[in-house]
């Protein structure tokens, strides 16, 4: 199993970015999907998270409004646009898979993506 992140980088704050996960040797469409992050010094937060079919999605408050997860299954892709980007975005975001249902905890999902930095300038 492979999960590919792609799209972070250098953004000036109020600025917009798009996150790619790419996956590979699994069910794409079988496992719920989300998205972490973790800044310097701190723990991997709960960013966003989809269901199988992508009609239910959950977000942290922090990020709620603002960003936005969705899923293509037949590219076998998550995706995730953010919008209004603040400083305290900057981290470095993950995708994670797992086959029940979403959860909040990084520690509950099987499968991670390598990361992708995303730094927003003020």
């Known amino acids: 199993v492979q999960l590919q992140a792609s799209g972070g980088g250098l953004v000036q704050a109020g600025g917009s970015l798009r996150l790619s996960c790419a996956a590979s040797?699994?069910?794409?469409?079988?496992?719920?999907l989300a998205w972490f992050r973790q800044a310097p010094g701190k723990e991997r937060e709960f960013v966003s998270a989809i269901t199988l079919s992508g009609s239910n999605t959950y977000y942290a408050d922090s990020v709620k409004g603002r960003f936005t997860i969705s899923r293509d299954n037949a590219k076998n892709t998550v995706y995730l646009q953010m919008n209004s980007l603040k400083p305290d975005d900057t981290a470095v975001y993950y995708c994670?898979?797992?086959?029940?249902?979403?959860?909040?905890?990084?520690?509950?999902?099987?499968?991670w993506g390598q990361g992708t930095q995303v730094t927003v300038s003020s």
């Open positions: 040797g699994l069910t794409f469409s079988t496992y719920y």
């Open positions: 994670a898979a797992r086959r029940e249902f979403v959860n909040w905890y990084a520690s509950r999902y099987d499968y």
